[in-house]
């Protein structure tokens, strides 16, 4: 029997939206703004060389661990009764991350023979952030936007001053260990703290299995969310390993550092998802289909109707742009900038439309879809980046984007078609 507070908590009307998603955005955008403040500061105080290493680490340790994650949280908050414990998610959790930063450190002397130790702290610190991602999606779950934000935005912070410091500490490597203290400071020690209220109200289904049996359970649930997530960030970093390859660390720290100029419309469409999601899900349990479908229209809709605005406006003031934020040698690369926009915006609507199919929790033809849109991400990469350069990689990102945009947007179709197999929130077979 589910506990009546968190049914409450789950499936009511929860918080007002819009103080939910000004916390969201709000703690997003911090995160997302330090994450920026750190390449800018790498840009002018270092090498594009010194970026690009710091980006090999971003573009090495997101997907891996994201794979290891095994895309938890989103199950964690689509799930209505729920099923699992909470102990249950954060124990694979940790497991998954122990296992991530194994992979890295025998990944990353052969990726970045020069920079592997900057690659290891990097994926250290984003295996530190996925422990602590399990505790957002429990704050999530009972809809404490607030405290995700103070999380995120410190995090944030701390990782931009720690960056900022490279002057003074004369080292990246050093740099980048001050963002691994952050990540355990904030992800892990703050998310500890703050979620000690609400541990006893998450205790899932009072069913007497043992702990390993539910692991087990837990793992098949989420194994085809997190193999898709992994695929996404995959089909995401695609072009940049290619430019690493193929152009080298240099050509890699410009195209990572024109990629954080945009960062700002993913902060937006990545908080508006993590508002909606458990929104969607609700709409869904509850037998309201039409309404998710109704929102994910209107979310993608605006999406894309903000881009008549939105490129032009960044083909016109974009060199001037990157002059004043990186400088001369970044700012000659602008058209590629405009290219990254259109790629922005195309992501925002794979956002929405991912949020749309999570909440049917339809986990396993996302796996699919993901799979399809890395191999086209990899064929695109390799015939446009030794043509194009830059250039290149910019048009296999828009390609991309566009190609898996449209591949759920018919996977979403399927779902409100009424010849299609009704499909149940996904369980687990009994152990």
Known sequence: MTRPALRR????????????????????????????????????????????QYALGLALGAPV????????????????DPEFRFGDYLRLRIAGMAVALAVIVVVAPLLAPGGAAVVVLVGFAKALDGIGDIYLGLFQRHDRMRLIALSLGANGVLTA????????????????????????????????????PLRGTDTGSADAAPTLARLRRLFVVTLPLGVAYGCSSLTANVP????????????????????????????VFGAITQVVLPRMARMHAAGDLGGVLRLTRGLCAGTLASGVVVVPAVAVLGPAALGVLYGPAYARNAPILTLLTVAALLGGVVFFLNAALSATRRFGNQLAVNAAALVFAVAAAAVLVPWLELAGAAWAVVVTMAGEGALKAVLLRRVRNPSSRVTRPVRSPEV
């Open 9 to 52: 908590t789950v499936a009511g009307p929860g918080a007002p939206v819009t103080g939910m998603l000004a916390w969201s955005l709000g703690g997003t955008v911090l995160a997302a703004a330090g994450q920026w403040v750190a390449i800018v500061a790498l840009a002018r105080v270092g090498t594009p060389g010194m970026v690009g």
């Open 161 to 196: 001053v720690a960056l900022c410091l490279l002057p003074v500490l004369g080292s990246l490597v050093w740099a980048t260990a001050g963002s691994v203290v952050a990540s355990a400071v904030t992800s892990v020690g703050f998310c500890v703290w703050a979620a000690r």
């Open 240 to 267: 940049r390993y290619v430019v690493a390859h193929e152009l080298g660390p240099a050509p890699l720290g410009v195209f990572a550092a024109l990629g954080y100029v945009v960062v700002g419309a993913t902060v």
């Open 65 to 80: 661990v994201l794979l290891a994650g095994l895309g938890m949280r989103t199950a964690q908050i689509t799930d209505p």
